[in-house]
Structure formats: C-alpha cells, structure tokens
C-alpha cells in the first residue's frame, strides 16, 4: 500500500445537525455541516472552508439512496453520486472527467475506499469502532471539493461499510469501471 500524500482527521460536534471540522496537521482545513429535515434524513451540507469558496451538497430527486450532488456557491456543478442498486453498497460519481467508485474497505472495519478505473486507489476514509471522528487518507492528486464530497457520502453510510468490502485488485490496469448503464 502506497504511503498518503495527505492526511485529514475529523472531529464530529452535535448529533441532529452534525458538524464535521477536518483539519490537517493541527491546522483547521474548514467545517462540513450536515442539513437534516424533520424527519431526520439528511437533505444536504455546506462545506465552510477557513480559506476558499463554501460548497453546498444537496438530496437530488429520486428513489435511489446516496443521490446527491455537489455545487459551489457560483452554482458550478462539480459533481455527483448514484447507487445504482438498492443492496449493493458500491456508489459512484461522476465528475465530468472521470468516473470514480466508493467502496467499503476491504476486511472488517469502518471506512470506504475511492478507486479511480486505471489508477486504483486515490483515497480512504476510515472510522472508528469507538468515537466520532475519522480519517482521510489522500493517495493520488485529487481535487479537494471531491474529497469533501467522498467523506460526506462515506459518514452517511459508514455502519454499511462495518462488514468486509469486495478484495480490491492492486494492479490498476485490472480496475473495472463503474457500468455504464444500470437495470
């Protein structure tokens, strides 16, 4: 396994409407504040930078969990997540470039995995049996607005990632691509 490039921790405050400070080498990075409606779904985020433009996740219409997607507040599209299938726990986004997938680690543990199709491995983000927090662990260049996105998908669902994910092929070339089409 390749050493991280860059290594975030969070911090989780509240319990209805959550808010994550992630900070990197004892240096707050910015604040995650998670949006719920009355009955506790959770309908959105805005990621609050201490230098940058604020980000705003949003529910986007639909049945499928994980459904979301990621703006700035120019209203830019950056990005977006689907679950193809209401049991499989794979979800995958779409940026424009590149399609990317979030995996549950493999063994037991609590943490999700963003593979890229050639390249593998770009990050991970793990959570502890015990506490509120976790950690985010950068392998690959990848762009700082994704990586928020990944750990507010990651959060939502990280008791789905407790029991062992699929094994992950080392070898890049290997990677399959997320489908192209869902039925």
């Known amino acids: ?17 959550c808010e994550h400070r992630i900070s990197s080498a004892g ?13 506790g779904l959770v309908v959105g985020g805005e990621w609050k930078p201490v230098k940058g433009e604020r980000l705003l996740v949003r529910r986007d219409p639909g049945l499928l969990r994980s459904q979301f997607s990621i703006w700035t507040e120019g209203r830019e599209w950056l990005g977006s997540s689907l679950r193809w299938h209401f049991l499989r726990r794979e979800i995958v986004l ?27 491995e770009m990050a991970r983000i793990e959570f502890p049996w015990i506490g509120r927090g976790g950690q985010i662990e950068l392998y690959r260049k990848l762009e700082f607005e994704l990586l928020v996105f990944s750990y507010f998908l990651g959060w939502q ?27």
Do not use: C
């Open 27 to 39: 240096a707050e990075v910015g604040t995650l504040q998670i949006q719920r409606n009355g009955w």
């Open 94 to 120: 779409h940026t424009g470039s590149r399609p990317l997938r979030l995996l549950p680690l493999p063994g037991f543990g609590r943490g999700w995995t963003l593979q890229a199709p050639r390249t593998g």
């Open 157 to 183: 669902v990280r008791f789905e990632s407790a029991w062992p994910g699929p094994a992950i092929d080392e070898d890049p070339t290997t990677v399959a691509a997320p489908p192209k089409n869902a039925s």
């Open 1 to 17: 396994m390749p050493q991280p490039v860059s290594t975030y921790s969070s911090t989780i405050h509240g319990l209805w409407t």
